[in-house]
T-cell receptor, first 115, second 115 residues
Framework: AQSVTQPDIHITVSEGASLELRCNYS??????LFWYVQSPGQGLQLLLK??????LVQGIKGFEAEFKRSQSSFNLRKPSVHWSDAAEYFC?????????????FGKGTKLSVKP | EAQVTQNPRYLITVTGKKLTVTCSQN?????MSWYRQDPGLGLRQIYY???????DKGDVPEGYKVSRKEKRNFPLILESPSPNQTSLYFC??????????????FGPGTRLTVL
């Protein structure tokens, strides 16, 4: 069965520091991978997605993620964090060629930003 | 503006009193889905719909019903709510069912408390 693991429940970084949020997936075929962000009191917004091609994907708000098949990972990065990045981040995997195309979400990583 | 709307945004109710959470999208999307979000568990899918009159169970369907009589609307029905259904609920839509690569758009969420 497909699954997504986000090993870090809560991460705190200083404003201006770099950020890496980890995501590992378990999926037998080629996965479709997503990162969503949920700001406090808001719904989820898509940051970026990967389904083929260049394994380094650029997203909105200065985020990027790299797909590494050998490590079954899709880690999210940002070179310099801003206070407004404080939010909860969810990694998700989608079915390739699946009849439903449902997404499986990780449990999320909450990001706090210190001034 | 393209959006997914949910009503109500907040609801406090008592055990056993039937309630409906509405969801509407204005993007002519085929696929719609309901999730619940609980601390430490991430998002879990309750029900989804591939198109009008086509619905199916997600991972946690017990205690919930849905209907899809029109393309734009996908209400979530709790016929006899219980305290373990206290949660944050999200509706989402996507252009096509079966195509995980399509961006999934989320509503703002409905925070439900069952006393």
């Amino acid at each position: 069965a497909q699954s997504v693991t986000q090993p870090d429940i809560h991460i705190t970084v200083s404003e201006g520091a770099s950020l890496e949020l980890r995501c590992n997936y378990s999926y037998g075929a080629t996965p479709y991978l997503f990162w969503y962000v949920q700001s406090p009191g808001q719904g989820l917004q898509l940051l970026l997605k990967y389904f083929s091609g260049d394994t380094l994907v650029q997203g909105i708000k200065g985020f990027e993620a790299e797909f590494k098949r050998s490590q079954s990972s899709f880690n999210l990065r940002k070179p310099s964090v801003h206070w407004s990045d404080a939010a909860e981040y969810f990694c998700a995997v989608g079915e390739y060629g699946g009849s439903q195309g449902n997404l499986i979400f990780g449990k999320g990583t909450k990001l706090s930003v210190k001034p | 503006e393209a959006q997914v709307t949910q009503n109500p945004r907040y609801l406090i109710t008592v055990t056993g009193k039937k309630l409906t959470v509405t969801c509407s999208q204005n993007m002519n999307h085929e696929y719609m889905s309901w999730y619940r979000q609980d601390p430490g568990l991430g998002l879990r899918q309750i029900y989804y719909s591939m198109n009008v009159e086509v619905t199916d169970k997600g991972d946690v369907p017990e205690g919930y019903k849905v209907s899809r009589k029109e393309k734009r609307n996908f209400p979530l029905i709790l016929e006899s709510p219980s305290p373990n259904q206290t949660s944050l609920y999200f509706c989402a839509s996507r252009e096509r069912g079966g195509h995980s690569t399509d961006t999934q758009y989320f509503g703002p969420g409905t925070r439900l408390t069952v006393l």
